[in-house]
């Protein structure tokens, strides 16, 4: 499947702020989970994230296969704009342009 046919579904950015439903606040600034307890609710939320990304796939007739390789991919690309912005000194770019330019450069690197 080609990376740059991926949905860019409505509310992409509001989705990857807040969790899978949009709910909740976005992360504060130079706050990411180094606590334990944080971490592990980190990797639950990402793991919900990757799991309705893949259902979407699925019912968009996605191979179950596929849809599952390409939730996890979403969700690599969404922590790698996070850690970026984060690294930000001031507000240079926004969580969601970090997040285009992550999902470019992945179809860069897949072409």
Known sequence: MDVGALPRERGHRRA?????????????????????????????????????????LRERGVAAGEARLLGRIAVACYDEALTRWLAQDGPQRTLGAELDAAFAELGALAT
Do not use: D, M, Q, Y
């Open 16 to 56: 990857c702020a807040g969790g899978p439903t949009g709910g909740g606040a976005p992360p504060r600034p130079g706050h990411r989970s180094s606590a334990p307890a944080l971490a592990a609710r980190e990797r639950a939320k990402h793991a919900a994230w990757e799991a309705v990304l893949a259902e979407g």
